[in-house]
């Protein structure tokens, strides 16, 4: 079944949670910065923890800048979801693309966005049973993400449901809260 999102947010609202910092850019210059609550939800904290993200979140920023700009299309597929996130504008095209390929660098390299967050701290905890694939395509890019393990399947879904299209439709206010788990969700193994 194919769910098409018109987005109102960026793709990178898929691993956002930040809001713009000011002239530092979210470096941890200035002595703190935006970093993840104890609840999941993003705040302020001494001494940052955007600092080494900084690319990243101008990345992200640029992206929910120009949300409108944005369109998304999710697809179920075995083992996960294939998505499609898109712009006319070249610009944010540009800024998809990136944003999208620092996600996988990050899930590659284990380096969590969102730590706090149930789903994300899970995919990244099993980030070596996932498999994620990029394309170009005009105007941005098609990602395929899934996995064999069912239960992970079930973050992936959550993921793109659950924060991604939720935060299509509601901006900062969503990614500003954790993702719950999928109910039932039994861990892994």
């Given at each position: 079944?194919?769910?098409?999102?018109?987005?109102?947010?960026?793709?990178?609202?898929?691993?956002?949670?930040?809001?713009?910092?000011?002239?530092?850019?979210?470096?941890?210059?200035?002595?703190?910065?935006?970093?993840?609550?104890e609840n999941g939800a993003m705040g302020m904290r001494p001494g940052g923890g955007m600092g080494?993200?900084?690319?990243?979140?101008?990345?992200?920023?640029?992206?929910?800048?120009?949300?409108?700009?944005?369109?998304?299309?999710?697809?179920?597929?075995?083992?996960?979801?294939?998505?499609?996130?898109?712009?006319?504008?070249?610009?944010?095209?540009?800024?998809?693309?990136?944003?999208?390929?620092?996600?996988?660098?990050?899930?590659?390299?284990?380096?969590?966005?969102?730590?706090?967050?149930?789903?994300?701290?899970?995919?990244?905890?099993?980030?070596?049973?996932?498999?994620?694939?990029i394309a170009d395509i005009p105007g941005g890019a098609r990602v395929e993400h899934r996995s064999?393990?069912?239960?992970?399947?079930?973050?992936?879904?959550?993921?793109?449901?659950r924060f991604v299209s939720e935060a299509a439709e509601q901006g900062m206010r969503r990614a500003?809260?954790?993702?719950?788990?999928?109910?039932?969700?039994?861990?892994?193994?």
């Amino acid at each position: 079944m194919i769910i098409v999102h018109a987005i109102r947010a960026a793709a990178a609202l898929a691993l956002a949670g930040c809001a713009p910092q000011g002239p530092d850019n979210g470096s941890r210059a200035a002595g703190g910065g935006m970093g993840m609550m104890e609840n999941g939800a993003m705040g302020m904290r001494p001494g940052g923890g955007m600092g080494a993200m900084g690319g990243d979140m101008r990345t992200i920023r640029g992206l929910l800048t120009r949300h409108e700009a944005i369109e998304r299309r999710v697809e179920d597929i075995p083992g996960g979801v294939r998505t499609w996130t898109t712009s006319e504008d070249p610009e944010v095209a540009m800024l998809i693309r990136r944003h999208v390929r620092e996600m996988r660098a990050r899930f590659e390299r284990g380096q969590p966005i969102r730590a706090m967050d149930p789903v994300f701290r899970e995919l990244f905890r099993n980030r070596d049973r996932a498999r994620m694939e990029i394309a170009d395509i005009p105007g941005g890019a098609r990602v395929e993400h899934r996995s064999d393990d069912p239960e992970i399947a079930r973050l992936i879904r959550q993921h793109a449901r659950r924060f991604v299209s939720e935060a299509a439709e509601q901006g900062m206010r969503r990614a500003m809260r954790p993702t719950p788990l999928p109910e039932g969700y039994r861990g892994t193994q």
